[in-house]
Structures are given as structure tokens and as C-alpha cells.
């Protein structure tokens, strides 16, 4: 539920602006007393809409995951070859990504110090695994080569689509369409059986 609190502040601003502050100096390194400083408000302006800093991280990083899991539900209602809906998920990930960069390159960072981090953590594997799954059905239906570990494939071809959070900037160059098409073509010609 989202409470109203001075004017210009509301909890989607306040997010907006912690998880600049978290990215560019660290989770850990952010205090509540920089962020009311950087908002121009005070810490109990802050406390309106959270309970703590804490609180934030969470919503940050469930804005990310919450996106990805999103896409690896519609990927795994698809019909079609596994290798297909493995493509649609690299696909839509990399949407989320570029609609949700802040949040998923928070996502990225996380290192399991805190409670919300290692419940971070646990839900990336969950997708790790999801798209672990989708390498091996795709291997089953002779799509994918069998030379490398599914769970190896599914790390590379992840760790490709999240090493674009190093570099990508949405200002100008490539859309999300383009972006996908390149790491598409790059990896899945890779992947693919000959």
C-alpha cells in the first residue's frame, strides 16, 4: 500500500532515488541520514512510506526479480520447442533489464551480508534453475548441444545477458529489440546444434 506523504516524495520517488544512492555507493554504505540529505527531506519523511532501509532493498530488489520470474512463468506456458521459450525468456529478461536497469543492477550486486540480500540470493538461484531446466528440455529435443553441463550453458548464457548492466545505457543507441536480437544471434548461434 503506498501512503501519500510530501508533496513530490511518494514511495515509487523515494525508491527511485535509494537505489541510485545504493548503486553508486553501496547498500551498505548508504545511510538513511545521506538519503533524507539527498531527498532534501527528513528521516521521519523517509519512515512515512518505510520501515527501514532494509524495507527498500526489498522492493528494489523484488522490482527486479519479480520482472524476471514474470518472464520465466510466460516462457514455461509457451508451447513450443524448449529452445524457443529459452530464447523468449533471454528475450524478456532483457526487456526487464532495460525497463528496470536501477533495480536489476542492484539486483546483480547484492552479496547475501543481510536477510534481504540472502532472500535475494535464494530467489536467483530459483531462476538459475529455471533456466537450467529449460537447457536440459532443450538438450532432450536435440536443439542444444550436449557437449556442455546444462547448468554450465544456463549460467553463460545468463551471465551474458547480466554483463549488460556494465555497460548498456538506454540514453540513445539500442532499444531492447536490438539488444535481445544481437545476444540472441551471439549466443543462441553458439548454443544450437549444427
Not at 547498500?27 to 548508504?30: D, H, I, L, N, R
Not at 523484488?62 to 524476471?68: E, K, N, P, S, V
Not at 523468449?88 to 526487464?96: D, E, Q, Y
Given at each position: 500500500m503506498t501512503r501519500r506523504g510530501?508533496?513530490?516524495?511518494?514511495?515509487?520517488?523515494?525508491?527511485?532515488?535509494?537505489?541510485?544512492?545504493f548503486n553508486e555507493r553501496g547498500?551498505?554504505?548508504?545511510s538513511m541520514e545521506e538519503l533524507s540529505r539527498k531527498l532534501g527531506i527528513t528521516k521521519s519523511a523517509?519512515?512515512?512510506?518505510?520501515?527501514?532501509?532494509?524495507?527498500?532493498?526489498?522492493?528494489?530488489?523484488?522490482?527486479?526479480?519479480?520482472?524476471?520470474?514474470?518472464?520465466?512463468?510466460?516462457a514455461k506456458n509457451r508451447d513450443?520447442?524448449?529452445?524457443?521459450?529459452?530464447?523468449?525468456?533471454?528475450?524478456?529478461?532483457?526487456?526487464?533489464?532495460?525497463?528496470?536497469?536501477?533495480?536489476?543492477?542492484?539486483?546483480?550486486?547484492?552479496?547475501g551480508n543481510t536477510k534481504v540480500e540472502r532472500a535475494a540470493l535464494t530467489r536467483r538461484r530459483e531462476f538459475d534453475l529455471l533456466v537450467t531446466e529449460l537447457v536440459e528440455q532443450a538438450e532432450a529435443e536435440g536443439d542444444v548441444r550436449t557437449d556442455i553441463d546444462p547448468s554450465v550453458t544456463a549460467r553463460l548464457l545468463f551471465g551474458t545477458v547480466n554483463s549488460l548492466i556494465e555497460w548498456y545505457r538506454p540514453r540513445g543507441g539500442l532499444g531492447d529489440?536490438?539488444?535481445?536480437?544481437?545476444?540472441?544471434?551471439?549466443?543462441?548461434?553458439?548454443?544450437?546444434?549444427?
Open positions: 510530501r508533496p513530490g516524495y511518494d514511495l515509487e520517488s523515494l525508491l527511485a532515488v535509494a537505489v541510485k544512492l547498500y551498505e554504505a548508504t523517509i519512515y512515512y512510506h518505510v520501515a527501514s532501509k532494509d524495507e527498500l532493498l526489498r522492493l528494489a530488489v523484488d522490482r527486479a526479480l519479480d520482472g524476471l520470474f514474470a518472464v520465466a512463468a510466460e513450443g520447442a524448449a529452445i524457443d521459450r529459452l530464447e523468449f525468456l533471454v528475450r524478456g529478461s532483457i526487456k526487464v533489464l532495460v525497463e528496470r536497469l536501477p533495480f536489476v543492477t542492484l539486483l546483480l550486486r547484492v552479496r529489440g536490438e539488444l535481445a536480437d544481437a545476444v540472441c544471434a551471439i549466443t543462441f548461434d553458439g548454443l544450437r546444434t549444427r
